[in-house]
Nanobody, 125 residues
């Protein structure tokens, strides 16, 4: 129901924009979060945005470099990633807040459902 896309192989300092698109139903009444999982590591919170785009949250490791946004008319949430580092290498996935109109958007995995297939981001040094 959610499909992440936009990943790829980039160099340190480059930028990428990931997209998380909803299929089958819209999630315009739910917050959406991005998480990532690097090889051998646990899934990590990256960013989240409220249903109306009015509030955002970021993981400490991406603050100031990543920006989350959404376009409800397109049923799509974006993750603009600037200043990429090798430690950003991971599979990035998006998911929907289990609550309607939830605030603030959750930062924990259990707060989400409808996990989409991820997209791989590889940052070379």
């Amino acid at each position: 129901q959610l499909q992440a896309s936009g990943g790829g192989l980039v160099q340190t300092g480059d930028s990428l924009r990931l997209s998380c698109e909803a299929f089958g139903r819209a999630f315009s009444d739910n917050a959406v979060g991005w998480f990532r999982q690097a090889p051998g590591k646990e899934r990590e919170f990256v960013a989240a945005i409220t249903w109306d785009g009015g509030s955002t949250r970021y993981g400490d490791s991406v603050k100031g470099r990543f920006t989350i946004s959404r376009d409800n008319a397109k049923s799509t949430v974006y993750l603009q990633m600037n200043g990429l580092k090798p430690e950003d290498t991971a599979i990035y996935s998006c998911a929907v807040d289990i609550r309607l109109y939830g605030f603030p958007p959750p930062t924990i995995i259990s707060g989400y459902r409808y996990w989409g297939q991820g997209t791989l981001v590889t940052v070379s040094s």
